[in-house]
């Protein structure tokens, strides 16, 4: 299988050179959907190839990664990923389908929402390193556009078909696609496992060159495939005919405006009398999206969750959690359930319509503080606007849906440049301080640390 063979053989690569290997690897994760799999007999736990290599590349980081371990300052997410395991640990210790039951879902969240998180944070440290791996993510991405317009001239993804055949079993198979006839239409996902996951991690992308082009990281030359497909991912965010890609765009993108310059009003004027003027011009599908954030009536005619749906499902989570309130039913609840009220969630379309009956009060509050944490804490240490709009279009678009195919570690890694190349982390770097290396073998990597260091501070 194609898909393997790619796999193993990053992973041999990363054997004679981890930082680059683990690069291929994170980008090689965009692409990996739940129906790539190794093992989907009936009756064993689903293995997919995205989890299998997870697992392989934490055993390699822990094993002989550490001497990669250059950041200069301690991780800034460990409370709040702290908090999540355990609310995670002990809701799944008290859960309603036991902690055997759910103990491999624990190990695949903790690896994959916070162990390969913090393996990034500690193994990419210089401009060299964000650059090499924002490179084959600009690929990725482009030919995911160039994908993505295929797929809507021929309203289908030969892709997702040839995906599905991998997933010998039924009841794990998943098809997120949308044909023609939809009350939507069609939607595209192009390489990525959903509409709404492929929108924003095209809306991601291109508000990250924005932000690099606006503040000249990104000249010249060097500038010019990053623009184009930043541009490309525009259009296809808007293909995917879902609201909630569209939003984060439009929230994100904020943070690349200078609200402070005399240019900000009229701009705004002529940007939304642009978007007047080309609407009619656009394909219906998409002018009727648009027109559906100012027009409840466009709205309620394109479908989708309404208002009183949204009520109901929070209605029927909130009787959930009160059948076990402090630490919920248990991340895997819904497999040993199947009442009304858990018919009701509709899926649970909003991260807290997850929580709530799965984590309990606990998780809730642990959700809290992480909304606190990523969209007022974070900035504020390290002064950085992109890292608030960027955070904030992240909360209120989990708030208002699932996203169900975005990639995380696109989100994470973003948020690392931003820290890495604050005011606040450059003085640590100048400060020389390296934390995460061992004392034990600390002479073995001096060398190299000091190597890194110098890099840094030429950079």
Not at 28 to 44: E, R
Not at 181 to 198: D, K, L, P, Q, V
Not at 322 to 346: K, T, W
Request: hydrophobic residues 50%.
């Amino acid at each position: 299988m194609i898909f393997t063979f790619i796999g193993i053989s990053i992973i041999l690569y990363s054997l004679f050179n981890f930082k680059k290997g683990f690069s291929l690897y994170l980008c090689y994760k965009l692409i990996l959907v739940t129906n790539i799999t190794l093992i989907s007999t009936p009756g064993l736990p689903l293995l997919t190839l995205e989890m299998a290599m997870t697992l392989i590349y934490a055993f390699l980081f822990f094993l002989y990664g550490r001497r990669y371990q250059f950041a200069h300052i301690k991780f800034p997410f460990a409370l709040p990923f702290a908090l999540y395991a355990g609310a995670l640990i002990i809701s799944s210790i008290f859960s309603i389908a036991g902690f055997g039951a759910e103990l491999s879902n624990i190990v695949k969240q903790i690896l994959e929402n916070i162990i390969i998180i913090w393996m990034a944070w500690q193994v990419f440290e210089t401009k060299d390193d964000f650059f090499f791996i924002f490179k084959i993510i600009t690929l990725i991405i482009f030919f995911s556009c160039v994908y993505g317009i295929v797929e809507y001239c021929i309203k289908r993804n030969p892709l997702t078909e040839y995906e599905a055949t991998l997933n010998s079993n039924a009841d794990k198979l998943i098809d997120w696609t949308y044909s023609a006839t939809s009350g939507r239409g069609y939607r595209i996902n192009s390489i990525f496992e959903h509409a709404m996951g492929a929108g924003v991690n095209w809306s991601i992308y291109s508000v990250f060159v924005f932000a690099l082009i606006q503040k000249k990281t990104l000249k010249g030359n060097q500038m010019v495939m990053p623009l184009i497909t930043a541009i490309l991912c525009i259009p296809c965010i808007l293909l995917t005919n879902s609201r909630s890609p569209v939003l984060f765009f439009i929230i994100s993108v904020l943070s690349v405006i200078n609200f402070r310059s005399k240019k900000f009003l009229p701009s705004i004027c002529i940007l939304l009398a642009g978007i007047i003027i080309i609407v009619p011009f656009l394909p219906e599908q998409v002018s009727t999206l648009l027109k559906s954030f100012f027009s409840s009536e466009t709205a309620s005619s394109l479908g989708g969750s309404s208002i009183a749906m949204r009520f109901d499902q929070l209605g029927a989570a909130f009787e959930l959690m009160s059948m076990a309130p402090l630490f919920g039913l248990g991340p895997g609840f819904h497999d040993v359930m199947n009442n009304e009220l858990v018919r009701r969630l509709l899926g649970s379309e909003s991260i807290w319509l997850q929580v709530m009956p799965q984590l309990g009060l606990v998780g809730l509050m642990v959700y809290i503080f992480q909304v606190v944490y990523f969209i007022f804490i974070i900035p504020k240490r390290f002064k950085s606007r992109q890292l608030f709009f960027i955070a904030l279009a992240y909360w209120v678009t989990y708030t208002i849906t699932s996203l169900p195919g975005f990639e995380s570690i696109l989100f994470y890694l973003f948020i690392f440049y931003f820290i890495k190349t604050s005011s606040r982390y450059k003085r640590s770097v100048k400060e020389g301080k390296v934390y995460g290396v061992y004392f034990k073998g600390f002479k073995m990597h001096y060398n190299v640390i000091k190597r890194e260091l110098k890099r840094t501070k030429e950079s």
